[in-house]
């Protein structure tokens, strides 16, 4: 973590633009907020620009709109940070615009006092925001005297409020961004041994940057999800309809190749005879899936393998569930390994966003995780080793 951070900068009577990441679930019926976690992230470094004299203008996306979509504004987010810094005991004021950019939007950011808050709306009901408009940059970045990215979620994207605003004011990362990138940072960099890393989704073509990237710095993989069935079907084991990716055979075969004894294996699956909340399922071995049948999780036997590997670890990096934990029949093997996970003794465990975050949650031991990162891909491209270009345009200390 070599960038500087609001500690290097005095933000006193000054209007500091934060990009934050709301990007929060919202119940589909009432828009009413499921998981205030990320807003909840994102007030340490609030808190501490609010106490030290800043107006700050917050901007952020949600969800994926398509031009300006009421169902996708940001005010019921506005509502809850109001309701988070109240319980707080905090009396400051958070007020909601109409627009992202503007003429009444600057006026109402000129007007900010020290230690009142400005939420933008959607960024992405802006079509400039995600092409990284220069101009709209440059608008953006004149609502503010300096700039802080406190959204680690957004930062493998190279668009206007993550990348562009850095063309016209100083940047600096907020404590969220700066307790990612050292947490993952140092469990990739400088891990304590055993440093075992357990990969999971649907596709080999997803992970195989991380798979490689990870090789020579583990001591094992533990191999779940999606992924692994193309992997057994590169062994010759029979997936019958399962989930696979016939065109990775040879890259599978390669990896496994290339692994050293590194890559560990489901030795049994837990089956379904349709891919439903309600299919019939049946454990079985890696031999033995019968044809049209279809492989929704790791069996019990694999699970007490991958926590052989896991009970003596150091340092334990996680991205991707081990089956399809949405449906409760088949989401023994993620929420068993996280439980498992939050009683390894001394061990640094750094969850991946997205699934892998929520399937901790629905364990219930998040809280004893030491790290569980608030952003799925950009996770992902960093235990691949990319660059992200929200990092890389923060000030180096």
Do not use: C
Request: aromatic fraction near 6%.
């Amino acid at each position: 973590m070599n960038k500087k951070t609001i500690r290097d900068i005095d933000v006193n009577g000054k209007r500091v633009l934060v990009r934050v990441d709301f990007n929060v679930p919202q119940d589909k019926t009432d828009g009413h907020i499921t998981d205030d976690r990320r807003i909840r992230e994102a007030l340490p470094t609030i808190n501490y620009l609010l106490d030290h004299g800043a107006a700050l203008i917050l901007m952020s996306h949600l969800g994926r709109p398509k031009g300006n979509d009421p169902k996708y504004s940001l005010k019921p987010v506005a509502a809850r940070l109001q309701e988070l810094l109240t319980a707080e005991g905090r009396k400051n004021s958070v007020y909601m615009a109409d627009d992202v950019i503007g003429d009444v939007i600057s006026a109402q950011a000129r007007a900010l006092k020290p230690g009142e808050i400005l939420l933008l709306e959607n960024v992405r009901f802006a079509p400039e925001e995600e092409k990284d408009d220069p101009a709209f940059a440059r608008e953006l970045a004149q609502l503010g005297d300096v700039y802080v990215n406190d959204a680690f979620g957004s930062a493998h994207r190279a668009h206007a409020s993550t990348h562009g605003v850095t063309k016209h004011l100083p940047a600096h990362a907020g404590f969220l961004m700066e307790k990612e990138l050292n947490y993952l940072g140092n469990a990739l960099d400088d891990p304590k041994h055993p440093f075992v890393a357990i990969l999971g989704g649907a596709k080999i073509g997803d992970k195989i940057g991380v798979i490689e990237n990870l090789l020579p710095k583990v001591d094992h993989i533990l191999i779940g999800g999606g992924m692994a069935n193309t992997f057994a079907q590169a062994m010759n084991y029979p997936i019958g309809d399962s989930l696979a990716e016939g065109d990775k055979l040879d890259l599978a075969r390669e990896t496994m190749r290339k692994s050293s004894g590194k890559l560990v294996f489901p030795v049994d699956w837990v089956i379904a005879d349709k891919f439903a909340a309600d299919a019939e399922a049946k454990v079985v071995d890696v031999e033995n899936v019968p044809a049209g049948w279809r492989i929704l999780d790791i069996g019990p036997e694999s699970i007490k393998l991958f926590e052989s590997y896991l009970q003596d670890a150091k340092t334990v990096v996680w991205n991707g569930p081990m089956g399809v934990f949405e449906f409760p029949k088949f989401a023994d093997g993620t929420l068993e390994l996280a439980k498992f996970l939050a009683t390894v003794p001394d061990a640094i465990t750094v969850i991946g966003g997205g699934d892998t975050a929520a399937a901790v949650e629905k364990a219930g031991v998040a809280s004893k995780m030491s790290h569980v990162s608030t952003g799925g891909g950009a996770s992902l491209e960093f235990m691949e080793g990319r660059p992200l270009p929200g990092v890389q345009a923060l000030q180096n200390k």
